[in-house]
Each structure stands twice: as structure tokens, then as C-alpha cells.
């Protein structure tokens, strides 16, 4: 009975901590904000939701913008970039 009841109570922290750590993600940007990418290269930033993009940085394209760090937009943005025509282009190497 000792092992049992020390096996689910080792078993229910394991769980609490997979739980906690899959469901917290760390956001590219805080509320309030949203993410620009360097033209012509891979840097970025944050703006606040109420002013636009400083010069040398833009939008990310529509639907392609990274929400958390190391999602799939985040690791793509790594080696790619926007040209000065908003199209998307591999990046530049370091």
C-alpha cells in the first residue's frame, strides 16, 4: 500500500510539471504588441499595437508571424527575410 500510494504521488507531481511546463510558452511579443521584422535581414522588435513599424523594419507577411518563440513562424524567420518590396527572400549570412 506504501509503494502504491508513493508511486501516484510521484506519478500526479510528474504530471504537474509536464503540464506546466508544456502550457507555458513565452510570447514574442507582450499585449499590446506586435512583432516587425528587419528589411533585408533576421533581427526584429515589438511595437505598440497603436504605432507602426520604425524605419528598416516592417510587418510580418499576413498569417506568417511568429506568436511564440520557437513556434514554426519563429524558427522560419531565422533564415528568411523581406526585401525592400516586401518580398520574401532567404536571409543574408551572418
Do not use: F
Not at 514574442?28 to 520604425?54: H, W
Not at 511568429?66 to 513556434?71: A, F, L, T
Amino acid at each position: 500500500m506504501r509503494k502504491t500510494m508513493l508511486g501516484l504521488a510521484v506519478a500526479s507531481v510528474t504530471a504537474a510539471l509536464t503540464l506546466t511546463a508544456c502550457s507555458i510558452q513565452e510570447a514574442s511579443c507582450s499585449d499590446g504588441e506586435y512583432p516587425v521584422l528587419t528589411v533585408g535581414g533576421t533581427g526584429s522588435a515589438c511595437v505598440s499595437d497603436d504605432e507602426k513599424p520604425p524605419k528598416g523594419y516592417t510587418r510580418y507577411p499576413e498569417g506568417k508571424e511568429p506568436e511564440h518563440v520557437d513556434d514554426k513562424w519563429d524558427v522560419y524567420w531565422r533564415t528568411h527575410t523581406v526585401d525592400e518590396n516586401g518580398k520574401i527572400i532567404k536571409a543574408p549570412a551572418e
